[in-house]
């Protein structure tokens, strides 16, 4: 391999990241006519174009992501020399990540001190609100999903399962007719869902506690669902995780009504071979399993 300019493969891997020429130029403080010139002279070095130029931006060529491993460890050795006082400790970039509220909340809450001691060189960018994105335009690095993707360059690998129940406050509960099974709660007013904003098969469940329900109160927000089972106004389905904070909740048919939901982890294939993301997804996959108990309600038998 020809001898490769350090400087170079920094806007290489800006445009590899970023997908886009303006994205690129703003992460490393210059203009979309440098970093275009940058990877003209790089491909002109190498006898070889590393990115096919489309209307969703700049795509990868296969000699382009044979030289991401070898851009990537230049990258981390650059970031271990000692700099003088004053000057920035290494490039720092950014990953978005696209997540359902629920684990954003469980992400910012948990895993973000450490996330951001773990990767000083990575700033997260949270989505919320994965719906409005588009997975084929790559507009996250990394989306935590409730269904996995089975087509397309996209893997999805198995983060964590998690639990969810039927939860009512106790003051709400004296005042209405006992449940017993899932068909006494036709007489409840139900919390959940808009039925047509529901972006995820996994979020579709009140069929599965009885085909007849229907949400009465409805929100595209799961903590706007909380709040109100909160303030007494109805049962709904929450997951454990977030649920169990709140000691005014009671589970409703604990033995009887128990879903399980799995997050995975999901992301382009070029972006899982760069090493930063083999770091982060382990970190994330490895927080998960050591919350287990926090994600899962495990019943006495």
Request: charged share 20%; aromatic share 8%; hydrophobic share 45%.
């Amino acid at each position: 391999m020809a001898n490769l300019d350090w400087d170079d493969l920094q806007f290489f891997l800006a445009v590899v990241r970023e997908r886009q020429l303006s994205r690129a130029a703003r992460l490393l403080g210059t203009s979309h006519v440098t970093v275009s010139r940058r990877i003209d002279r790089l491909e002109q070095a190498l006898n070889t174009r590393l990115f096919e130029r489309n209307p969703r931006g700049y795509e990868p060529t296969a000699a382009s992501l044979r030289l991401i491993e070898t851009a990537e460890r230049m990258e981390e050795a650059a970031s271990q020399i000692p700099l003088d006082r004053g000057t920035a400790a290494g490039q720092v970039r950014s990953l978005r990540l696209a997540m359902p509220e629920g684990f954003a909340s469980l992400f910012s809450t948990h895993l973000l001190p450490e996330f951001i001691a773990r990767f000083p060189l990575l700033s997260p960018e949270l989505i919320t609100m994965p719906q409005v994105l588009s997975l084929s335009r790559r507009e996250a690095d990394i989306w935590i999903t409730l269904d996995p993707v089975t087509n397309g360059p996209y893997r999805s690998e198995r983060l964590a399962d998690y639990t969810l129940h039927l939860y009512a406050t106790r003051d709400y509960l004296q005042t209405m007719p006992p449940v017993q099974a899932p068909a006494d709660l036709r007489p409840h007013r139900i919390i959940g869902y808009i039925e047509e904003m529901i972006f995820a098969p996994g979020l579709d469940y009140l069929g599965e506690v009885h085909p007849s329900l229907r949400a009465i109160v409805k929100s595209s927000s799961i903590f706007n669902q909380l709040a109100a089972v909160r303030n007494g106004l109805g049962v709904g389905v929450l997951p454990h995780y977030i649920a169990r904070k709140y000691p005014e909740l009671q589970i409703v048919l604990p033995d009887q009504v128990r879903l399980t939901r799995t997050y995975w982890l999901t992301c382009h294939r070029d972006v899982r071979m760069m090493q930063w993301a083999g770091q982060v997804i382990a970190f994330l996959a490895t927080s998960l399993r050591a919350r287990g108990e926090e994600l899962a309600l495990q019943l006495p038998e």
